[in-house]
């Protein structure tokens, strides 16, 4: 079975994982099978390349709390490589303070003209 967000469930009845109608996320199943546990409370499973239906081990890492999760995702998005100038540092809709600022000051002075105003600070 799927759901709508792509995610994969198995019914196995009776499984410690499992949900009160006998689901379980085949990802949660995958990535403590692979680490021959079961979860601890809070624990989740997070898909690296951020798609739910692949859950391949390589692609799933377990994590401790919600928290810990958030984390993750706001230093992975939040310092790489520029995509526009190549250049490294954090980061704002993938790109750099610098590129970010001109890509603001494009839209401004566009929305600005759409709306007939021809001077601007």
């Known amino acids: 079975m799927q759901n709508n967000n792509r995610r994969k469930f198995l019914y196995l009845p009776g499984h410690p994982l ?7 996320l085949e990802s949660r199943l995958v990535a403590f099978q692979a680490a021959s546990r079961l979860p601890a409370p809070g624990e989740l499973v997070h898909h690296l390349d951020g798609d739910p239906s692949n859950n391949d081990v390589a692609n799933l890492l377990i994590l401790s709390s919600d928290l810990e999760h958030k984390q993750f995702h706001r230093v992975r998005n939040s310092i790489g490589a520029c995509a526009e100038c190549g250049g490294y540092g954090q980061l704002k809709k993938s ?3 610098r590129c970010y600022m001109r890509l603001w000051q494009r839209e401004r002075r566009r929305k600005l003209r759409e709306k007939g105003i021809k001077r601007w600070g």
Request: net charge positive.
């Open 95 to 97: 790109k750099c303070p």
């Open 18 to 24: 499992a949900n009160k109608r006998g689901y379980i």
